[in-house]
């Protein structure tokens, strides 16, 4: 079956460094997502993007960040100057995209980030 | 605006006993709910979803949900549980607007004893 893949699992750097997250979605989708989970909080909607661009966003994925489709399979997450809250378990998923907005979101295992 | 509510953090149980989640939400417009399991080091799995067909919505592994719209409600149900079902569970809405974004509720930790 079909899955959304994440690396790294886990992924440590120091604050204000730059990070990329990276994802492969499922092959024949066309949306694509960034969730966050903070340690001991909610699961939080980062952003989704569709036709190479940024479709929705949430009130947390300010200038700090940014996404891109680098090629056919991959799709980043990246974080310019990481802060110390920014410490989380990011999710990536995918959804074929067909029909109403509630296709099914397929989700990845998560990259663990820590910001020391 | 919309928002989920799950009852009880953690919940033990034996092993082939009933199982019971409880989620209530809170939306705008006619919701789409969902429930996900993440087991762990693996992804948010899907194991149902009410998208205003049946208000009894059946899922993977002998799970299922009813919809309740006067109780606001979308309690999730296993009559037997097994060991493999010990996991972190999450009520999920999605609004039905046209945006896709999803608002999850804190989870609930399901531990099975022997």
């Known amino acids: 079956e079909p899955e959304v893949t994440q690396t790294p699992s886990h992924q440590v750097t120091q604050m204000g460094q730059e990070v990329i997250l990276r994802c492969v979605p499922i092959s024949n989708h066309l949306y694509f997502y960034w969730y966050r989970q903070i340690l001991g909080q909610k699961v939080e909607f980062l952003v989704s993007f569709y036709n190479n661009e940024i479709s929705e966003k949430s009130e947390i994925f300010d200038d700090q960040f940014s996404v891109e489709r680098p090629d056919g399979s991959n799709f980043t997450l990246k974080i310019r100057s990481t802060k110390l809250e920014d410490s989380a378990m990011y999710f990536c998923a995918s959804s074929v995209g067909a029909g109403d907005s509630t296709d099914t979101q397929y989700f990845g295992p998560g990259t663990r980030l820590t910001v020391l | 605006a919309q928002s989920v509510t799950q009852l009880d953090s953690h919940v033990s149980v034996s092993e082939g006993t009933p199982v019971l989640l409880r989620c209530n939400y809170s939306s705008s417009y006619s919701p789409s709910l969902f429930w996900y399991v993440q087991h762990p080091n693996k992804g948010l799995q899907l194991l149902l979803k009410?998208?205003?067909?049946?208000?009894l919505v059946k899922g993977i592994n002998g799970f299922e949900a009813e919809f309740k719209k006067s109780e606001t409600s979308f309690h999730l149900t296993k009559p037997s549980a097994h060991m493999s079902d010990a996991a972190e569970y999450f009520c999920v809405v999605s609004s039905n607007t046209g945006r896709r974004a999803l608002t999850f509720g804190s989870g609930t930790r399901l531990q099975v004893q022997p």
């Open positions: 009410y998208t205003s067909a049946a208000t």
